[in-house]
């Protein structure tokens, strides 16, 4: 038996090996990377911004018919470039409500505060979503700031909506943050002082 009928497989597995190849750089990567960027960042409240990642957390209290502060910081898992950004709260007509952008991690700058009013880019749709539209780099490591003032009002757990837009379309985050809204503490009144019975003064006859 020749070598050549001795390796007939090979010219064929050689084949279907460059047809593999040429398959997965044209389609397999592509279709990879629009099933990973259905996800591609984790999100977080920040309680405390000036102190380090332990304070990061999906779960967050406020009070009840309150404006509050909202900190949020965005890791991505992977490179995307973000077109559109995405904040509200899911709910009925009693739902949080985001009134602006508020961002205490800048201590002063013009992207400390922002609102629809002044800032191009900037608008709340229908379902009291606030929407920031700007074409940004976002990188895999570097942690990504966001904050804004939120309106609470009825007491309840609410989901938080986050979404991007991004070169391969819609992003959420891994994990779903959720706000909870508490009742607002009842003021007790001060009880009042018991009266102590008065003691006589006057001694008893002998």
């Known amino acids: 038996m ?3 009928d001795q390796f007939w497989w090979l010219g064929p597995t050689l084949g279907l090996v460059t047809i593999g190849f040429v398959v997965w750089f044209n389609y397999g990567q592509r279709k990879l990377r629009e099933w990973r960027m259905r996800k ?3 999100m977080y ?3 405390e911004p000036d102190r380090s990642k332990d304070d990061f957390r999906h779960e967050m209290h406020v009070p009840a018919y309150s404006d509050v502060e909202v900190q949020l910081r965005m890791a991505p898992l992977m490179h995307f470039r973000q077109e559109l950004f995405l904040f509200g709260f899911r709910g009925y007509t009693q739902h949080p409500r985001p009134l602006k952008v508020v961002n205490t991690y800048i201590k002063q700058g013009k992207r400390r505060e922002q609102s629809p009013d002044d800032t191009e880019g900037h608008y709340i749709d229908k379902k009291d979503r606030y929407h920031i539209r700007e074409s940004v780099e976002r990188t895999k490591s570097n942690h990504y700031a966001y904050g804004f003032l939120v309106r609470t009002f009825a007491p309840g757990r609410y989901p938080v909506v986050i979404e991007t837009i991004t070169d391969c379309g819609e992003g959420k985050p ?3 943050l959720v706000l909870v809204v508490d009742p607002k503490p009842e003021r007790k009144s001060p009880k009042p002082l018991k009266r102590q019975p008065r003691r006589s003064s006057a001694k008893t006859a002998s």
Do not use: G, L, M, Q
């Open 45 to 47: 409240f920040v309680t």
């Open 2 to 4: 020749s070598s050549a």
């Open 40 to 42: 591609p960042f984790d």
């Open 174 to 176: 891994k994990k779903e």
